[in-house]
């Protein structure tokens, strides 16, 4: 088991929700409340690409395809990091990854397997 394991995704139609979540389960509270937590998604034939932040304050930062539609945020208790879904568009099918960021917005971790979210009509 890797460092992150996301979760949530599934089939749905356009305009539906979907909340994803993504635990770390090895990693320890003092390392992993600091980090600046992310999602990514991977469309078919696409490359991986930053869809929200999430920084230690709580200080977000959205990609515009997602913006107003895509909330995240982190319960550091849980060791967890949540993308609420809304309002879904078939352009948001992909399998969607988080990941800590560094302090140059690069991938820290290993990527996990991801979970696939499938907007179908």
């Known amino acids: 088991q890797g460092q992150l394991v996301e979760s949530g995704g599934g089939l749905v139609q356009p305009g539906g929700s979907l909340r994803l979540s993504c635990k770390a389960p090895?990693?320890?509270?003092?390392?992993?409340?600091?980090?600046?937590m992310a999602w990514y998604r991977q469309a078919p034939g696409k490359e991986r690409e930053l869809v929200a932040s999430i920084t230690s304050n709580t200080d977000r930062n959205y990609a515009d395809s997602v913006k107003d539609r895509f909330t995240i945020s982190r319960d550091n208790s849980r060791k967890t990091v949540y993308l609420q879904m809304s309002n879904l568009k078939s352009d948001d099918t992909g399998v969607y990854y988080c990941n800590a960021l560094t302090s140059s917005r690069q991938p820290k971790y290993n990527w996990g397997q991801g979970t696939q979210v499938t907007v179908f009509s």
């Open positions: 090895r990693m320890i509270t003092s390392v992993f409340n600091p980090n600046q």
